[in-house]
Nanobody, 121 residues
Framework: QVQLVESGGGLVQAGGSLRLSCAAS????????MAWYRQTPGKQRELVAT???????NYADSVKGRFTISRDNAKNTVYLQMNSLKPEDTSVYYC???????????????WGQGTQVTVSS
């Protein structure tokens, strides 16, 4: 199995920055795509940013130019640098990892526990 541990959430004023981290551990053979999602109460979980195993990135329009996703393959870790934060970025942020575990050909989806980001105006 694979475990994901998120860190880095918190309370910040509008215009500030936060960096989220998500470290994967366990019986990992390889990691494909990694991503960050967010979800606020009463709304569907939305994709924030993705990064492929080759380093290609994609962002939601609402965060382009402000957020940067990156990964450290040696550490099985994905990061989300969030700058120029706005109150509407307030949400619970979840990391996603698509990984193959040892002995399996399949790619499985794994989710972090979620970390709260609150941006005050």
């Amino acid at each position: 199995q694979v475990q994901l541990v998120e860190s880095g959430g918190g309370l910040v004023q509008a215009g500030g920055s936060l960096r989220l981290s998500c470290a994967a551990s366990g019986n990992i053979f390889s990691i494909n795509a990694m991503a960050w999602y967010r979800q606020t109460p009463g709304k569907q979980r939305e994709l924030v940013a993705t990064i492929t195993s080759g380093g290609s990135t994609n962002y939601a329009d609402s965060v382009k130019g402000r957020f940067t996703i990156s990964r450290d393959n040696a550490k099985n870790t994905v990061y989300l640098q969030m700058n120029s934060l706005k109150p509407e970025d307030t949400s619970v942020y979840y990391c996603y990892v698509g990984a193959k575990i040892s002995g399996s050909r399949n790619v499985y989806a794994y989710w972090g526990q979620g970390t709260q980001v609150t941006v005050s105006s």
